[in-house]
């Protein structure tokens, strides 16, 4: 066989792909034999039937196999394949021949070497439709005998050759009526007359009919909608009247169905009665449910638009068949794998009829109370997965139910529910049931059916392979999305919202048991999903509600701290809810009542729920400024004295605390709370910032003594969730009613900003700290492996190694695969590629890479967070030395994962389109010049040098400096680095593109003059004398971007000119 698939080969030749044969082998009985003339068809098709034969013995080995499968593919290019196919379709081949034999024929077909023309396609179509017609396809006239296998394929080579290799319907019009009349004969005529339609429906489909051009799709879809009529006559005829009761029969007829549904209107099957039928099968045979239910997705996911114009009743009539077996669906304990998939299927059908047909259904109230009652019953299913399904039905049954008034349109009274919707006494408590996030304890609100808990857990066995937790995520989406399309209608608002007063009085005050928590998490859950959509609109019984609500959820016990912990998730959540409050005049109470639960979670609670408490207080400090502007003081003055109790999360809480105070929208009002709160801080920082700008200092501190690293490390946090969270308003006339604006632009104290930042002080004041700690921890803890940290000696660098080149295990975790980086249980254990050495107390090294990790991170995310604080920094009398000396430094000596923390955390942030925002194009401009030219080579050396050094042989044996060894694992992690550290230098050069060109050197502005200068230098766009086009490399002339101009009072359209 070997040397037969060398010596035969295809060649090019004058008259295109030619066959030339050097000799060929066959397989036979395991032996080689010669061949003499392969041009030969019987010979070809002899050679055919010996690979066939190979690839269907079981003994045959693989090697074997596949090259016996090789040649059968080759053969289809072969200029005597379909006469050789020919040979093989006869009864005295093999079946297995026969099927390639088949097969070979509906390929050369489908690709165009039978061209209708053709004298030998003539001969194909007679042979073909003379198999069917006279029953030769069997060499006893009983096509029983004919394995199924061997008829699918000989349907499809026949239905192929009728698409394109005859003009059919009008190139052989005897083909249909001979078929249909052949196949009254018996129940396997009938079966193959249905199969070829099935496949002609298939192939009109295909990619390949694209070939033949659109002309030839449209007129057999046209023969076959003009004739369906009389295929549907045919159908019912073999299935009903002649075959009853034939299984191969009946199957066939179904997936004729579901191909003709991309065919054919589904008005054309509802006047022949196939939806009728094919609901008889769906309650009577189990064997073809799950075809049947395909075939009614397939019919009913499309628009119907026009079937509902054309046939209103047929299709009500269908409707209402279906939804009277979704009344079926029903499980219980003895509920069987099939019976599932069946009900599983119905809410697929139903959901996507929904999504197809949304403006067909907002013009029927009757289809909608149809489709809710459906909705309804499925939401009562006991499985999540048939519950995601009926959550996704019901936002489109609701916003068709209440649609949402037009903006633009006349006022209109809001809608009312309709009758069959029952928000607070069916659709709510369904609603809790789904929201449950296990089996759920007693159910009171209306009967489940009979063994509901056995059910839902046989059901999750089922759905095994699905990600029920992703699921039960999902199906939480849906009820948000459920309680926004409730939203126009203010009466079904108040009814949710008083079912709510009813329920979690109950689920949040229960006893404490095994199943209090489920019930808890239940109705937290369905509250926070309503939360976000009442506004001030939905009327004040609404607004009372939600008031009512928010002071039951704050007296509710907690009877454990997981109790506790998913209570100040769902306050962190209810921010706007309090603001909706204040604007109807009812939110300062309740903000205080949250603050006051939140600040003695903070003072009494343990570590954890310490921490979710403050996030909860930074969450509705920025989601509800009109519910803390008058109780802002007495929020600070409660918040200040818990600063010191709380050293490891005070950052949290300065957070909160400067986040609360921009609802005051007042320039000096923040300004002194920023300095009230932050002053205290800041004279901490500049002996400790002066201490520890040594590098020796900082390494003895990490090897000895560890609180005043840890003490910076503290103090960045509070200055970086300063600088990020202290913003200006963005409308322009509350800027100026607040005292944010900048009159005079130009003057020597804010030289180029626009609008002051209450932090500016304070990041003045911290900026020359941070800049010496940031230019002292990269020379005393190099990363990279190549450099020794500078003032130290041998002794005390060789301790450090252990801290510098193994990465701390969250480090270590972002540089692992997405996979295991979602990991996030406690028990993972993450491989230390370089362990601690022997004698050494892991704990404390574990610690110190900790403590090194985090420091680092927040001195970049404080630098990024400070340049947007531009009055206080861009306007630095000392920021070009800074940026020279320390800030642009940073990337020398880094491992390639702090270079991508480097140009993430600062300069993404800084270069991004909402950067510098408040400076003028000068400045920006300025800015830009001094830092780019330094910042871009300097990025993209530090990452080739990573590639170079990951491009060498045995990089493994290269020993860094100190005599380090990059063991494998090292190199995995330098690998993955220099990939990720890549990819966000290409983003920030991207970026840099796509927000504009950046200008020539100039000097950086540090006073007016200085701007004034810059400006000058700068072409403007009200500079008549702009610069000449510039050419590119592919010769076209391209003009430099304008730019707006620099005055104060109209900001840059883009932050990069």
Same mark, same amino acid.
């Given at each position: 066989l070997k040397r037969f698939y060398d010596q035969g080969e295809i060649a090019e030749g004058r008259g295109g792909r030619r066959w030339r044969a050097r000799g060929a082998s066959g397989v036979r009985d395991g032996r080689l034999r010669r061949v003499a003339n392969m041009e030969d068809p019987g010979v070809l098709a002899e050679q055919l039937s010996e690979a066939i034969r190979v690839i269907g013995e079981p003994q045959t080995a693989p090697a074997l196999r596949r090259q016996a499968n090789e040649f059968v593919l080759l053969i289809r290019e072969h200029p005597s394949a379909v006469a050789a196919a020919l040979r093989l379709t006869a009864p005295a081949a093999s079946p297995l021949a026969r099927f390639f034999a088949f097969r070979l024929l509906a390929v050369a077909a489908s690709?165009?070497?039978?061209?209708?023309?053709?004298?030998?396609?003539?001969?194909?179509?007679?042979?073909?439709?003379?198999?069917?017609?006279?029953?030769?396809?069997?060499?006893?006239?009983?096509?029983?005998?004919?394995?199924?296998?061997?008829?699918?394929?000989?349907?499809?080579?026949?239905?192929?050759?009728?698409?394109?290799?005859?003009? *059919?319907?009008?190139? *052989?019009?005897?083909? =249909?009526?001979?078929?249909?009349?052949?196949?009254?004969?018996?129940?396997?005529?009938?079966?193959?007359?249905?199969?070829?339609?099935?496949?002609?429906?298939?192939?009109?489909?295909?990619?390949?009919?694209?070939?033949?051009?659109?002309?030839?799709?449209?007129?057999?879809?046209?023969?076959?909608?003009?004739?369906?009529?009389?295929?549907?006559?045919?159908?019912?005829?073999?299935?009903?009247?002649?075959?009853?009761?034939?299984?191969?029969?009946?199957?066939?007829?179904?997936?004729?169905?579901?191909?003709?549904?991309?065919?054919?209107?589904?008005?054309?099957?509802?006047?022949?009665?196939?939806?009728?039928?094919?609901?008889?099968?769906?309650?009577?045979?189990?064997?073809?449910?799950?075809?049947?239910?395909?075939?009614?997705?397939?019919?009913?996911?499309?628009?119907?638009?026009?079937?509902?114009?054309?046939?209103?009743?047929?299709?009500?009539?269908?409707?209402?068949?279906?939804?009277?077996?979704?009344?079926?669906?029903?499980?219980?304990?003895?509920?069987?794998?099939?019976? +599932?998939?069946?009900?599983?299927?119905?809410?697929?059908?139903?959901?996507?009829?929904?999504? +197809?047909?949304?403006?067909?259904?907002?013009?029927?109230?009757?289809?909608?109370?149809?489709?809710?009652?459906?909705?309804?019953?499925?939401?009562? +299913?006991?499985?999540?997965?048939?519950?995601?399904?009926?959550?996704?039905?019901?936002?489109?049954?609701?916003?068709?139910?209440?649609?949402?008034?037009?903006?633009?349109?006349?006022?209109?009274?809001?809608?009312?529910?309709?009758? *069959?919707?029952?928000?607070?006494?069916?659709?709510?408590?369904?609603?809790?049931?789904?929201?449950?996030?296990?089996?759920?304890?007693?159910?009171?609100?209306?009967?489940?059916?009979?063994?509901?808990?056995?059910?839902?857990?046989?059901?999750?066995?089922?759905?095994?392979?699905?990600?029920?937790?992703?699921?039960?995520?999902?199906?939480?989406?849906?009820?948000?999305?459920?309680?926004?399309?409730?939203?126009?209608?203010?009466?079904?608002?108040?009814?949710?919202?008083?079912?709510? =007063?009813?329920?979690?009085?109950?689920?949040?005050?229960?006893?404490?048991?095994?199943?209090?928590?489920?019930?808890?998490?239940?109705?937290?859950?369905?509250?926070?999903?309503?939360?976000?959509?009442?506004?001030?609109?939905?009327?004040? =019984?609404?607004?009372?509600?939600?008031?009512?609500?928010?002071?039951?959820?704050?007296?509710?016990?907690?009877?454990?701290?997981?109790?506790?912990?998913?209570?100040?998730?769902?306050?962190?959540?209810?921010?706007?809810?309090?603001?909706?409050?204040?604007?109807?005049?009812?939110?300062?109470?309740?903000?205080?009542?949250?603050?006051?639960?939140?600040?003695?979670?903070?003072?009494?609670?343990?570590?954890?729920?310490?921490?979710?408490?403050?996030?909860?207080?930074?969450?509705?400090?920025?989601?509800?400024?009109?519910?803390?502007?008058?109780?802002?003081?007495?929020?600070?003055?409660?918040?200040?004295?818990?600063?010191?109790?709380?050293?490891?999360?005070?950052?949290?809480?300065?957070?909160?605390?400067?986040?609360?105070?921009?609802?005051?929208q007042n320039f000096d009002a923040q300004q002194g709370l920023i300095q009230n709160l932050l002053g205290p801080l800041v004279a901490q920082w500049t002996p400790l910032a002066e201490s520890l700008a040594a590098p020796g200092k900082l390494a003895s501190c990490l090897l000895g003594d560890r609180a005043e690293l840890a003490s910076a490390h503290s103090l960045l946090q509070c200055f970086w969730a300063c600088f990020r969270s202290s913003t200006v308003p963005s409308r322009p006339e509350v800027a100026a009613a607040g005292g944010f604006a900048i009159e005079n632009a130009g003057s020597a104290e804010f030289s180029g900003v626009t609008l002051r930042n209450p932090a500016a002080g304070i990041a003045a004041a911290v900026l020359p700290g941070l800049a010496a700690v940031f230019r002292a921890f990269h020379a005393a803890f190099p990363s990279d492996g190549t450099r020794q940290p500078a003032g130290l000696d041998q002794a005390s660098a060789a301790k450090l190694q252990t801290y510098l080149f193994g990465l701390d295990k969250e480090e270590v975790k972002a540089l692992t695969s997405s996979l295991d980086a979602k990991r996030n249980d406690e028990g993972d254990t993450w491989s230390d590629p370089l362990p601690p050495p022997p004698g050494e107390d892991a704990g404390r090294v574990l610690q110190g890479r900790q403590l090194v990790s985090g420091m680092r991170s927040t001195l970049y995310k404080c630098l990024g967070a400070a340049f947007g604080v531009q009055d206080g920094v861009l306007t630095h009398p000392e920021l070009a030395s800074m940026l020279n000396a320390s800030f642009l430094e940073g990337l020398e000596g880094a491992h390639p994962y702090h270079v991508e923390l480097q140009l993430r955390n600062i300069w993404l942030v800084t270069f991004a389109p909402s950067g510098l925002q408040t400076a003028s194009v000068a400045l920006r401009r300025s800015f830009a010049a001094a830092v780019l030219p330094r910042l871009l080579p300097a990025a993209a050396a530090a990452l080739q040098r990573s590639w170079q050094r990951l491009q060498q042989p045995d990089a493994s044996q290269h020993p860094a400096s100190g005599g380090f060894a990059w063991t494998p694992p090292l190199l995995a992690l330098l690998c993955t680095g220099t990939v990720m550290a890549s990819r966000t230098f290409v983003e920030l050069a991207a970026g840099l593109a796509m927000h504009g060109a950046v200008p020539g050197p100039s000097p950086l502005v540090t006073g007016a003059p200085a701007a004034a200068a810059a400006a000058a230098a700068l072409p403007s766009s009200s500079d008549p004398s702009d610069p000449k086009p510039r050419q590119v490399p592919n010769g076209r002339s391209q003009s430099p971007c304008r730019e707006p101009s620099s005055s104060s009072s109209s900001p840059a359209l883009w932050p990069w000119p």
């Amino acid at each position: 066989l070997k040397r037969f698939y060398d010596q035969g080969e295809i060649a090019e030749g004058r008259g295109g792909r030619r066959w030339r044969a050097r000799g060929a082998s066959g397989v036979r009985d395991g032996r080689l034999r010669r061949v003499a003339n392969m041009e030969d068809p019987g010979v070809l098709a002899e050679q055919l039937s010996e690979a066939i034969r190979v690839i269907g013995e079981p003994q045959t080995a693989p090697a074997l196999r596949r090259q016996a499968n090789e040649f059968v593919l080759l053969i289809r290019e072969h200029p005597s394949a379909v006469a050789a196919a020919l040979r093989l379709t006869a009864p005295a081949a093999s079946p297995l021949a026969r099927f390639f034999a088949f097969r070979l024929l509906a390929v050369a077909a489908s690709e165009g070497r039978l061209p209708p023309q053709d004298p030998r396609t003539a001969e194909v179509r007679a042979l073909l439709l003379d198999m069917f017609v006279n029953s030769t396809l069997s060499a006893s006239g009983n096509l029983q005998e004919v394995p199924s296998f061997v008829c699918e394929k000989y349907t499809q080579a026949l239905a192929n050759v009728a698409v394109y290799s005859s003009e *059919w319907p009008a190139g *052989w019009p005897q083909l =249909q009526q001979q078929l249909l009349e052949a196949g009254r004969g018996s129940r396997v005529h009938a079966t193959l007359a249905l199969n070829f339609f099935r496949n002609i429906s298939e192939a009109i489909q295909s990619d390949e009919i694209s070939r033949l051009g659109t002309p030839r799709r449209k007129a057999l879809q046209a023969h076959l909608r003009d004739t369906s009529q009389e295929l549907f006559q045919f159908l019912a005829m073999a299935v009903v009247s002649l075959f009853p009761g034939a299984p191969e029969l009946e199957r066939s007829a179904v997936l004729l169905v579901t191909e003709l549904a991309s065919v054919l209107p589904l008005r054309a099957f509802l006047a022949a009665d196939v939806d009728s039928w094919l609901r008889a099968k769906l309650l009577g045979d189990a064997a073809v449910r799950g075809a049947v239910l395909e075939a009614f997705t397939e019919l009913l996911a499309k628009d119907a638009a026009k079937d509902f114009k054309d046939a209103p009743e047929r299709m009500m009539q269908l409707l209402a068949g279906i939804c009277e077996l979704i009344v079926h669906c029903q499980g219980g304990p003895s509920l069987t794998a099939d019976e +599932y998939e069946v009900h599983r299927g119905m809410s697929v059908l139903v959901r996507d009829f929904l999504e +197809y047909n949304k403006p067909s259904v907002e013009r029927r109230p009757e289809l909608q109370a149809l489709l809710h009652g459906a909705a309804a019953n499925f939401l009562r +299913y006991p499985s999540v997965c048939v519950q995601l399904e009926a959550t996704s039905m019901l936002p489109h049954l609701l916003r068709a139910s209440l649609p949402e008034p037009s903006k633009t349109g006349p006022k209109v009274e809001p809608p009312s529910p309709p009758a *069959w919707l029952r928000v607070k006494e069916e659709l709510m408590p369904l609603l809790f049931l789904c929201a449950h996030r296990r089996v759920p304890p007693t159910f009171d609100y209306f009967a489940l059916p009979a063994g509901y808990l056995q059910a839902l857990v046989a059901t999750s066995e089922l759905d095994a392979e699905e990600d029920l937790p992703g699921v039960q995520m999902a199906i939480k989406g849906r009820l948000r999305e459920t309680m926004a399309a409730l939203m126009p209608s203010p009466a079904a608002t108040l009814a949710a919202l008083q079912f709510l =007063q009813e329920l979690l009085p109950r689920a949040l005050g229960a006893a404490p048991d095994s199943s209090t928590f489920l019930t808890y998490e239940a109705a937290l859950s369905l509250f926070e999903c309503l939360v976000p959509y009442v506004k001030a609109k939905s009327g004040p =019984q609404a607004l009372e509600s939600l008031r009512a609500l928010l002071s039951i959820t704050l007296q509710a016990p907690a009877h454990s701290p997981e109790h506790e912990g998913r209570r100040l998730e769902f306050l962190g959540r209810a921010g706007g809810a309090l603001d909706e409050l204040a604007e109807g005049g009812a939110g300062g109470p309740e903000a205080i009542a949250l603050f006051q639960h939140v600040f003695k979670v903070v003072e009494s609670g343990h570590q954890e729920l310490r921490r979710k408490a403050l996030v909860c207080c930074v969450a509705v400090c920025k989601a509800a400024p009109r519910a803390i502007r008058p109780v802002l003081q007495a929020l600070v003055d409660t918040a200040v004295g818990l600063l010191k109790c709380i050293p490891e999360e005070q950052h949290i809480l300065c957070e909160a605390l400067v986040a609360a105070s921009t609802s005051a929208q007042n320039f000096d009002a923040q300004q002194g709370l920023i300095q009230n709160l932050l002053g205290p801080l800041v004279a901490q920082w500049t002996p400790l910032a002066e201490s520890l700008a040594a590098p020796g200092k900082l390494a003895s501190c990490l090897l000895g003594d560890r609180a005043e690293l840890a003490s910076a490390h503290s103090l960045l946090q509070c200055f970086w969730a300063c600088f990020r969270s202290s913003t200006v308003p963005s409308r322009p006339e509350v800027a100026a009613a607040g005292g944010f604006a900048i009159e005079n632009a130009g003057s020597a104290e804010f030289s180029g900003v626009t609008l002051r930042n209450p932090a500016a002080g304070i990041a003045a004041a911290v900026l020359p700290g941070l800049a010496a700690v940031f230019r002292a921890f990269h020379a005393a803890f190099p990363s990279d492996g190549t450099r020794q940290p500078a003032g130290l000696d041998q002794a005390s660098a060789a301790k450090l190694q252990t801290y510098l080149f193994g990465l701390d295990k969250e480090e270590v975790k972002a540089l692992t695969s997405s996979l295991d980086a979602k990991r996030n249980d406690e028990g993972d254990t993450w491989s230390d590629p370089l362990p601690p050495p022997p004698g050494e107390d892991a704990g404390r090294v574990l610690q110190g890479r900790q403590l090194v990790s985090g420091m680092r991170s927040t001195l970049y995310k404080c630098l990024g967070a400070a340049f947007g604080v531009q009055d206080g920094v861009l306007t630095h009398p000392e920021l070009a030395s800074m940026l020279n000396a320390s800030f642009l430094e940073g990337l020398e000596g880094a491992h390639p994962y702090h270079v991508e923390l480097q140009l993430r955390n600062i300069w993404l942030v800084t270069f991004a389109p909402s950067g510098l925002q408040t400076a003028s194009v000068a400045l920006r401009r300025s800015f830009a010049a001094a830092v780019l030219p330094r910042l871009l080579p300097a990025a993209a050396a530090a990452l080739q040098r990573s590639w170079q050094r990951l491009q060498q042989p045995d990089a493994s044996q290269h020993p860094a400096s100190g005599g380090f060894a990059w063991t494998p694992p090292l190199l995995a992690l330098l690998c993955t680095g220099t990939v990720m550290a890549s990819r966000t230098f290409v983003e920030l050069a991207a970026g840099l593109a796509m927000h504009g060109a950046v200008p020539g050197p100039s000097p950086l502005v540090t006073g007016a003059p200085a701007a004034a200068a810059a400006a000058a230098a700068l072409p403007s766009s009200s500079d008549p004398s702009d610069p000449k086009p510039r050419q590119v490399p592919n010769g076209r002339s391209q003009s430099p971007c304008r730019e707006p101009s620099s005055s104060s009072s109209s900001p840059a359209l883009w932050p990069w000119p």
